[in-house]
């Protein structure tokens, strides 16, 4: 099984700020061979509300997210970037392998206002 | 729009069982792959069981191995997840998601509570 690290578990920032979230992999996470994406996602979750999909193949913004929201990969090592806090991104965010069963998620990186 | 819908959950005695179903509308349901994905209170994310388009692929988390079985019917846009022997442990909320560019839409979700 590929365990998912996240770190910081909890990150206090004020709207405006870069936000910087890791995730490392205790091993190499699969790449699909036609498109060569990784199989790697991150979520977001709000309070009291379903998990969203930000960013799949590692660094691809699912539709509608704002590109303020970027995903980078180095080796086993998978950073989500915020570049600039807007008052709706404080929420709890995911880091996810979908590509070796069993998938696993992280345990999570909670953005809290500062 | 796509729309992913739960039901079923409930609070239910430890060794009891459940039906979840999900009803889905807006895309075509039969070429795609789907999953269950489960949060206990206060807790993260936990994949529970994943169903190729046609049925015939299907694998699970080791902890529901033998417990809990996925199915589908593509004729009614219905995903459901049989849970049986149900334990403490398996009280969480249960969502039905989309696999496709990772798991790319999720259902609000049903809450299964275990307790006597």
């Known amino acids: 099984e590929i365990v998912l690290t996240q770190s910081p578990g909890t990150l206090s920032l004020s709207p405006g700020e870069r936000a910087t979230l890791s995730c490392r992999a205790s091993?190499?996470?699969?790449?699909?061979?036609?498109?060569?994406?990784?199989?790697f996602a991150w979520y977001q979750q709000k309070s009291g509300q379903t998990p969203r999909l930000l960013i799949y193949?590692?660094?691809v913004r699912a539709p509608g997210i704002p590109d303020r929201f970027s995903g980078s990969e180095s080796g086993t090592d998978f950073t989500l970037t915020i570049s600039r806090l807007e008052p709706e991104d404080f929420a709890v965010y995911y880091c996810?392998?979908?590509?070796?069963?069993?998938?696993?998620f992280g345990g999570g990186t909670k953005v809290e206002i500062k | 729009e796509v729309q992913l819908e739960e039901s079923g959950g409930g609070l239910v005695q430890p060794g009891g069982s459940l039906r979840l179903s999900c009803v889905v509308s807006?895309?075509?349901?039969?070429?795609?792959?789907m999953t269950w994905v489960r949060q206990a209170p206060g807790k993260g994310l936990e994949w529970v069981a994943t169903?190729?388009?046609?049925?015939?692929?299907?694998s699970y988390v080791d902890s529901v191995k033998g417990r809990f079985t996925i199915s589908r019917d593509n004729a009614k846009n219905s995903l459901y997840l049989q849970i049986d022997s149900l334990r403490a442990d398996d009280t969480a909320v249960y969502y039905c998601?989309?696999?496709?560019?990772?798991?790319?839409?999720w259902g609000q979700g049903t809450l299964v509570t275990v307790s006597s």
């Open positions: 996810q392998q979908y590509g070796t069963s069993p998938c696993t």
């Open positions: 193949g590692a660094s």
């Open positions: 169903i190729a388009p046609d049925g015939n692929d299907k």
């Open positions: 807006g895309f075509s349901f039969s070429n795609y792959w």
């Open positions: 091993q190499t996470v699969s790449r699909a061979s036609e498109s060569g994406l990784t199989y």
């Open positions: 998601a989309r696999k496709y560019s990772a798991f790319d839409f």
